[in-house]
Structures are given as structure tokens and as C-alpha cells.
């Protein structure tokens, strides 16, 4: 199983420039989750989406952020344009969410680290 | 809105002893409830969980308290090893509400000292 996937681990920008962050989920999960880890507020949830359809995006802090998921084995965060202070580790996490209820473990990737000069 | 906080940053700890990592939170629609441990360059894993109808679960030298009425809980590690030197967060999910996603906590640095 070769886990949650994302791409770049590294991406070192200039202000204004677009950046594409990319992930692969586990296959078979069915939710896919991207979050943004920050000193000051730890890992927030940007957003989420239940069988590639967004569920919750109120976490995404500006009109500058997007994502995607056009199909159930990628998706995209895209930031355009770029700021100094989008500078963070960027992870993705999947999940299976069954019916029947119970927790559902979420399983991260290796993070994304992002550098806006 | 910080509604899952760990006020402590960091903490060292011997080899051998116990490691106490705190965690408090706010809503109290949350019912579960989780730590993830989270080494450097990698993303987080789950290490233990604990329903709000329980008020222990253990694992191994892994324990979860949880205390409803404080709104707290915490993470006991008996005995510390050096491996467990990790960035650890606490985790929060509404999930009776529907809600799937998880509420995280700052982190807390566990520093064993051999």
C-alpha cells in the first residue's frame, strides 16, 4: 500500500506566482481532506470532500485558494496568486467513510512544504 | 476560534517516566477524540482514540483519559523511550453531528531525554 501520496514535498515560490499542490488518496478511500499546519494554529482543515464532491471548504481563508477533485484517485489545491504568508506545510489526508458509522481513521501524506518569498 | 488547545508547546521528559500531554477543548458537541503522533518531514499517524463515552482507553504504554465535565484529556506514555520523541496533536470529531472531519490541536513537542 503506498499510502497517501502528494507532490511536490518542496515548493519554493515568488509572491504572485501560482502554486499547484497535488495529491493521490488511498485507493478505495472515499474522502479526501487537505489541511494547512501553521506554529501558530497547528493543522487547520482547509477543506474536504465526500466522494469527490466538496463538503466543507470554510476553512479555505481566501478566494486565492481552490480545490478540486475531479476524480476519486486525485486532487489539487491551487493558491493564486501566492503570498509570504501561505508559507506552511501543506498535508493531505484520505479516509473510508462507511455508512454504517464508527470512526473512520484519516491517513496523511507527507505534507507539502511551501516557501512564498 | 481554537476549539481543541494545547497550551503546552513543549515537554522533556526522561528516559523511563511517564509523559503527560494535555489537551482541552471547547465544543462540546465533539465525541471523539484522538492523538496523532507526527514525526519531522512526515505527516501525522494515529496512535490512540477514545470515545466521550468512556473515560479510558489504553494501549500498550499508551493511555487516553478523558474528563467530559472539564472538557480535557490526556495522553499518558509509560515508560518514555527515546523513539517517542515527537510533535504530538490532539484531535476532535463531532461525529454523532455527521461531521467527518477533525478538529486539531497546535501540538506538543515530547522531548525524551536518554
Known amino acids: 500500500d503506498a499510502g497517501v501520496i502528494q507532490s511536490p514535498r518542496h515548493e519554493v515560490t515568488e509572491m504572485g506566482q501560482e502554486v499547484t499542490l497535488r495529491c493521490k488518496p488511498i485507493?478505495?478511500?472515499?474522502?479526501l481532506f487537505w489541511y494547512r499546519q501553521t506554529m501558530m494554529r497547528g493543522l487547520e482543515l482547509l477543506i474536504y470532500?465526500?466522494?469527490?464532491?466538496?463538503?466543507?471548504d470554510s476553512g479555505m481563508p481566501e478566494d486565492r485558494f481552490s480545490a478540486k477533485m475531479p476524480n476519486a484517485s486525485f486532487s489539487t489545491l491551487k493558491i493564486q496568486p501566492s503570498e509570504p504568508r501561505d508559507s506552511a506545510v501543506y498535508f493531505c489526508a484520505s479516509s473510508l467513510i462507511r455508512l454504517s458509522g464508527g470512526y473512520n481513521e484519516q491517513f496523511f501524506g507527507p505534507g507539502t512544504r511551501l516557501t512564498v518569498l | 476560534d481554537q476549539q481543541v488547545k494545547q497550551n503546552s508547546p513543549s515537554l522533556s521528559v526522561q528516559e523511563g517516566r511517564i509523559s503527560i500531554l494535555n489537551c482541552d477543548y471547547t465544543n462540546s458537541m465533539f465525541d471523539y477524540f484522538l492523538w496523532y503522533k507526527k514525526y519531522p518531514a512526515e505527516g501525522p499517524t494515529f496512535l490512540i482514540s477514545?470515545?466521550?463515552?468512556?473515560d479510558k482507553n489504553e494501549d500498550g504504554r499508551f493511555t487516553v483519559f478523558l474528563n467530559k465535565s472539564a472538557k480535557h484529556l490526556s495522553l499518558h506514555i509509560v515508560p518514555s523511550q527515546p523513539g517517542d520523541s515527537a510533535v504530538y496533536f490532539c484531535a476532535a470529531s463531532a461525529r454523532n453531528s455527521g461531521a467527518n472531519n477533525l478538529f486539531f490541536g497546535t501540538g506538543t513537542r515530547l522531548t525524551v531525554i536518554p
Open positions: 485507493s478505495g478511500h472515499n474522502s
Open positions: 477514545i470515545s466521550s463515552i468512556k
Open positions: 470532500f465526500n466522494n469527490n464532491v466538496p463538503i466543507d
